[in-house]
């Protein structure tokens, strides 16, 4: 059981280039999460899914597009990417519906520079 | 915007001491809190949680308090350990989608 694991663990990217992250999760969680985590700060949502198919936005959502095709994936999209998106990314899921629990667990993170 | 929040930034504790980390939250609809513990260059790790039904919750070495008249949570290690260095933040569920706002951290340095 891997739990949560985030596609690439680096990245650097110039500006106005795109990437899209990858975040999949082996617990079948009906809820996926986007974080992004500036240094020094806690995290702060980017997007959410409460399943597959539905996307919803979060606190920082400009700049981001997501996806959820299929239940285990969460895609995390940046079209023009710009220096103010450097950050660390980090995906989680919740909600197993046959134990009820709904703690989030989280991925080890994506960390993306922008030049 | 209501918001959750630490007190600390740094708590400087000695091997083997009781360590106590303070979150205060605004929200008095949140109904579900949350401590996680992150070390370097790794994703928050799940320590504890509570409901707000209910006022202490216990787990192996840590204990979290939920005082909802002055809207503060704490979480409490005992015989702290090096291995519990790390970043600590407190989060709230915000409503639909089991959403969390977390609070900005406090960096747990425990000194052998």
């Known amino acids: 059981n891997a739990g949560v694991t985030q596609t690439p663990k680096f990245r650097v990217l110039k500006t106005g280039q795109s990437m899209t992250l990858l975040c999949a999760q082996d617990?079948?969680?009906?809820?996926m999460y986007w974080y992004r985590q500036d240094p020094g700060m806690g995290l702060r949502l980017i997007h959410y899914?409460?399943?597959?198919?539905?996307?919803a936005k979060g606190e920082v959502p400009d700049g981001y597009n997501v996806s959820r095709l299929k239940k285990q994936n969460f895609l995390l999209g940046l079209e023009s990417a710009a220096p103010s998106q450097t950050s660390v990314y980090f995906c989680?899921?919740?909600?197993?519906?046959?134990?009820?629990?709904?703690?989030?667990?989280f991925g080890p993170g994506t960390r993306l520079t922008v030049l | 915007g209501e918001s959750v929040g630490l007190h600390l930034p740094t708590l400087s504790v000695q091997e083997g001491d009781n360590s106590i980390i303070n979150c205060a939250y605004s929200?008095?609809?949140?109904?579900?809190f949350i401590w996680y513990k992150q070390e370097s260059g790794k994703g928050p790790q799940f320590i504890i949680d509570?409901?707000?039904?209910?006022d202490k919750r216990q787990g192996q070495r840590v204990t979290v308090l939920l005082n909802k008249t002055v809207k503060h949570l704490s979480l409490q290690i005992a015989a702290t350990q090096p291995g519990d260095s790390a970043v600590y933040f407190c989060?709230?569920?915000?409503?639909?989608?089991?959403?969390?706002?977390f609070g900005g951290g406090t960096r747990l340095m425990v000194k052998p």
């Open positions: 989680a899921s919740s909600l197993d519906e046959t134990s009820g629990s709904d703690t989030q667990y």
């Open positions: 617990m079948n969680h009906e809820y």
């Open positions: 899914s409460v399943g597959e198919g539905t996307t």
């Open positions: 929200n008095s609809a949140s109904d579900y």
């Open positions: 509570i409901r707000s039904n209910m």
């Open positions: 989060a709230e569920n915000i409503g639909a989608g089991n959403m969390l706002t």
